[in-house]
């Protein structure tokens, strides 16, 4: 695994890296302001990383603002399948969000052969990423110590989220690494189903609990809410684990023995199921689209006790609630 470098950002910039001399030699607050001054309009800061003998690459948000006194939570956001990192980051404005919130956001890439329609190892699903069985695991985990050599992460305080594809490697990377990941947000995923040529797949029960936020639209026709094979699949023998399997696992994994509470905020279009308390101060939600699809859902707001939230300050909101101890 080599040296991160920072490419030449999409709006200009000199295109220097960070090396680690400059790094040693600016204090953390000029350090914040270089690679700020290195974001492109959205700002965001394009980064490579070495993994297993290939160049992946990311993008890193650095909050406005940041405390440079401050030990800053982590959250890591993953596209879905045929996506790529600069387009999840311009369709759920995470970045925005995050600044309000006061946390680092890395949007990684995915594996493929073309540009802009990659996806991640998520063993039943999906594409490049599976064929190939990449170790996207090992891979975020090693994008995770980069940046925190580089920032004042706080280890404490990791997330991650995820769309459809992005959402199931979520909910692998809490299975497979509760011990890095305080909560996890999957939105329109599946805890396991069964590959193109039926070869069946479910995430493993953690060690320890973690929280869990699922967004899921009743309608989703490609990661179906009750499970199943998608009608609009041309595999057959592909299908996903409903949303109810994903309670079932995760209040069993976090210790949830009372009995969740229902309500609708928005009678017939918002649904809310809470586990309340878990075991170790973990906590298991479902939000229900009631007329939601597959896609990212930027209409919906959530209610809060001030204003409606966005998805994407919902989803940093509940992150926040949460830390490893």
């Given at each position: ?41 959205g700002g965001l800061v394009p980064g490579t990383l070495f993994w297993n003998g290939l160049e992946r690459s990311y ?50 890439d995915g594996s493929g052969n073309e540009p802009g329609k990659l996806s991640w190892n998520a063993h039943f699903c ?199 101890e």
């Amino acid at each position: 695994m080599t040296e991160t470098n920072f490419r030449r950002p999409r709006g200009g910039g000199s295109g220097r890296g960070v090396s680690r001399a400059l790094v040693a030699t600016l204090g953390l607050a000029s350090l914040l302001g270089a690679v700020a001054a290195r974001a492109d309009d959205g700002g965001l800061v394009p980064g490579t990383l070495f993994w297993n003998g290939l160049e992946r690459s990311y993008l890193l948000h650095v909050p406005s603002g940041a405390d440079s006194n401050a030990r800053l939570p982590l959250v890591v956001a993953l596209h879905g399948a045929g996506q790529d990192a600069a387009s999840f980051a311009e369709e759920t404005r995470f970045a925005e969000a995050a600044d309000a919130n006061g946390m680092l956001v890395v949007f990684p890439d995915g594996s493929g052969n073309e540009p802009g329609k990659l996806s991640w190892n998520a063993h039943f699903c999906c594409g490049i990423g599976a064929a190939e069985e990449v170790d996207d695991i090992g891979f975020i985990g090693a994008l995770i110590d980069r940046i925190a050599a580089r920032f004042p992460v706080d280890g404490k305080r990791v997330y991650a989220t995820g769309m459809s594809n992005g959402g199931m490697l979520s909910y692998q990377l809490a299975a497979a690494r509760p011990d890095r990941f305080a909560a996890i947000a999957p939105v329109s995923a599946a805890i396991g189903g069964t590959s193109r040529n039926g070869d069946r797949f479910v995430i493993a029960t953690p060690d320890r609990p973690v929280s869990v936020m699922i967004i899921h639209g009743r309608r989703d026709p490609y990661v179906p809410f009750d499970g199943g094979s998608s009608l609009l699949s041309s595999w057959p023998k592909r299908s996903n684990m409903s949303v109810a399997d994903a309670l079932a696992f995760w209040s069993a994994a976090d210790g949830c023995t009372a009995e969740p509470a229902r309500r609708e905020p928005e009678t017939g279009k918002l649904r809310l199921i809470d586990y309340g308390d878990c075991r170790d101060g973990s906590t298991l939600v479902l939000w229900e689209i009631k007329d939601g699809e597959h896609n990212w859902p930027a209409g919906v707001q959530f209610p809060a006790r001030v204003a409606m939230r966005s998805v994407a300050d919902e989803i940093l909101a509940f992150f926040a609630e949460h830390r490893r101890e």
